[in-house]
């Protein structure tokens, strides 16, 4: 049957290799590449979006959190395509 499902997958380079196999199609982030692969179509970019970051009350302190916070932070705030406000 030509519709049957026959290969299912939560890894993009998993995908990206099956697909180059001739084992479907997939929907691939532009980072993912494969020699063997061509671009059918481009999506556009996703409109404005909100990113929240949380973490438990009782969690805020602990080194590895905060840690991680602070990294966050300074990753997202040079990130031009984040705004805040």
Not at 23 to 36: C, E, F, R
Not at 74 to 80: G, I, Y
Request: aromatic letters at 6%.
């Amino acid at each position: 049957m030509p519709n049957e499902i026959v290969q299912r997958c939560d890894d993009l380079v998993t995908m990206s290799y099956l697909a180059a196999n001739h084992h479907g199609l997939v929907l691939l982030p532009d980072d993912i590449q494969h020699p063997a692969l061509k671009r059918c179509f481009t999506l556009e970019e996703a409109g404005r979006n909100h990113l929240w970051v949380l973490t438990h009350p009782d969690l805020r302190k602990v080194e590895r959190i905060r840690i991680l916070m602070g990294f966050l932070g300074k990753a997202l705030s040079v990130e031009k395509r984040v705004t805040y406000g």
